[in-house]
T-cell receptor, first 115, second 110 residues
Framework: GAVVSQHPSWVICKSGTSVKIECRSLDFQATTMFWYRQFPKQSLMLMATSNEGSKATYEQGVEKDKFLINHASLTLSTLTVTSAHPEDSSFYIC???????????FGPGTRLTVL | SQQGEEDPQALSIQEGENATMNCSYK?????LQWYRQNSGRGLVHLILIRSNEREKHSGRLRVTLDTSKKSSSLLITASRAADTASYFCAPKAGNTPLVFGKGTRLSVIA
């Protein structure tokens, strides 16, 4: 299957700082990528749809100014958590479709801990 | 987007037994995908079944789809301790992103 990578796999930061998470499709191009968040013992919640060359589409309740998404190329989307607070601590997972397939592949996730 | 609802929420079996998980959804779909998530990891794609398919196999996995009942099942045969994970179904219609329910937490006891 197709491979999606994320970097970093985990990050610890101080409250008030910003953190950038990268999502890459390693062996395919993706015009659309997705960002999810998962709190402990809960399911994945879709945060936003990242579109190459255009603005991201955010789900209801997700602050676009806090979670900045940039999809500058067909293989890279970034999620920046700005002015992070402890409540932003979570597991962030990205996902993408190879063109002309229906299978959505997921990255390994990034564990964010905000102190 | 629509999410599937998995049942049961938790399942505990002995190694070697079969595990069956069910999924229900509400509206028409193009396909339905099953995923596995080990604790603290990303989702691993297991199998995709299209709306015109009724059954699909992949190794020890068997998936069924009944579009008239809007339900799917995932059967894992001869389970192993390594199958311990959470399992999610994801019904898909059109180009909408996948959304997920609470999943089924499977524990396989050696």
């Amino acid at each position: 299957g197709a491979v999606v990578s994320q970097h970093p796999s985990w990050v610890i930061c101080k409250s008030g700082t910003s953190v950038k998470i990268e999502c890459r499709s390693l062996d395919f191009q993706a015009t659309t990528m997705f960002w999810y968040r998962q709190f402990p013992k809960q399911s994945l919640m879709l945060m936003a749809t990242s579109n190459e060359g255009s603005k991201a589409t955010y789900e209801q309740g997700v602050e676009k100014d806090k979670f900045l998404i940039n999809h500058a190329s067909l293989t890279l989307s970034t999620l920046t958590v700005t002015s992070a607070h402890p409540e932003d601590s979570s597991f962030y997972i990205c996902s993408a479709y190879p063109t002309s397939t229906d299978t959505q592949y997921f990255g390994p996730g990034t564990r964010l801990t905000v102190l | 987007s629509q999410q599937g609802e998995e049942d049961p929420q938790a399942l505990s079996i002995q190694e070697g037994e079969n595990a069956t998980m069910n999924c229900s959804y509400k509206t028409s779909i193009n396909n339905l995908q099953w995923y596995r998530q080990n604790s603290g990891r990303g989702l691993v794609h297991l199998i995709l079944i299209r709306s015109n398919e009724r059954e699909k196999h992949s190794g020890r996995l068997r998936v069924t789809l009944d579009t008239s009942k809007k339900s799917s099942s995932l059967l894992i045969t001869a389970s192993r301790a390594a199958d311990t994970a959470s399992y999610f179904c994801a019904p898909k219609a059109g180009n909408t992103p996948l959304v997920f329910g609470k999943g089924t937490r499977l524990s396989v006891i050696a």
